[in-house]
């Protein structure tokens, strides 16, 4: 309830940017949280093709038959309940054993490292990892990061015309503590907030795509058996992997309403 008011707070102070910003409310799908969104969907995919070939201009992509196909198999299964016919779906594996991670960009690019696949462990583990990170571009958090940032800038920007008649050293130290906070108190709340949206959507996808829901605390639960050391979630972008898996484990009955074999 707090994340929407904060979010709805935010849509009626951007009003005053002027016409364009109007359009700038938006609602999540399946979660129905209130956003902020001051860039269209369109430029959000433009940005989304530019960072996919970027990346794939410096990481090796994987040559293996089997694991390609596995990826594209649950891809497009994921894809078929995504609903977006206006993304381009891609997949591709990066060879990269040491980095257990997977990325979605808005117009339907995703990757997977391999090094993620130990923990995923089967595909119905797997599509966990792609739903989460499918969700991400469906529920456009590119394109709210982007906007929040926007009104951060400003943000500082009236902070500065109001200290205009202060020291320099007094509007450094204003700047600096303006910049802890907003980090702190917003932006990396903000990004948990996403991850848990992005869990809560995910699973809900895997589910509608013909994978068992109980797999997505269950690969929580194996990376947490391996993982060591974690920044405190208040100070981190992910949600603490027991908060998480709780969280997960909550949206199982509802997500059991979408699943069938």
């Given at each position: 309830?707090?994340?929407?008011?904060?979010?709805?707070?935010?849509?009626?102070?951007?009003?005053?940017?002027?016409?364009?910003?109007?359009?700038?409310?938006?609602?999540?799908?399946?979660?129905?949280?209130?956003?902020?969104?001051?860039?269209?969907?369109?430029?959000?995919?433009?940005?989304?093709?530019?960072?996919?070939?970027?990346?794939?201009?410096?990481?090796?992509?994987?040559?293996?038959?089997?694991?390609?196909?596995?990826?594209?198999?649950?891809?497009?299964?994921?894809?078929?309940?995504?609903?977006?016919?206006?993304?381009?779906?891609?997949?591709?594996?990066?060879?990269?054993?040491?980095?257990?991670?997977?990325?979605?960009?808005?117009?339907?690019?995703?990757?997977v490292y391999t090094g993620i696949l130990p923990y995923t462990k089967n595909e119905a583990g797997l599509a966990f990892v792609m739903a989460h990170e499918v969700a991400h571009a469906l529920a456009r958090h590119g394109g709210e990061r982007v906007s929040?940032?926007?009104?951060?800038?400003?943000?500082?920007?009236?902070?500065?015309?109001?200290?205009?008649?202060?020291s320099p050293e007094a509007v450094q130290a204003v700047n600096l503590g303006y910049g802890v906070a907003s980090t702190v108190g917003v932006a990396l709340p903000f990004s948990r907030t996403q991850e848990y949206e992005a869990d809560h959507i995910g699973i809900i996808l895997m589910a509608k795509a013909g994978y068992d829901p109980q797999e997505a605390p269950a690969f929580f639960e194996r990376m947490l058996q391996t993982k060591q050391g974690s920044p405190p979630e208040f100070l981190s972008t992910h949600p603490a992997d027991q908060s998480r898996i709780r969280q997960l484990r909550s949206y199982i009955p509802e997500a059991m309403k979408y699943y069938r074999k």
């Open positions: 309830m707090k994340t929407r008011l904060k979010a709805t707070l935010l849509c009626l102070l951007v009003l005053g940017l002027g016409s364009a910003a109007l359009s700038g409310c938006a609602t999540a799908p399946y979660t129905g949280r209130s956003q902020l969104l001051l860039i269209s969907e369109g430029e959000e995919m433009s940005l989304g093709l530019k960072s996919y070939n970027e990346v794939l201009k410096k990481e090796k992509v994987s040559k293996d038959p089997q694991i390609n196909a596995m990826v594209k198999r649950v891809g497009t299964r994921i894809a078929a309940v995504a609903n977006k016919p206006e993304y381009s779906w891609e997949f591709t594996v990066i060879d990269n054993p040491k980095t257990a991670n997977a990325f979605a960009l808005p117009g339907g690019k995703v990757a929040q940032n926007l009104l951060l800038q400003l943000g500082q920007q009236g902070l500065n015309v109001a200290i205009a008649n202060k």
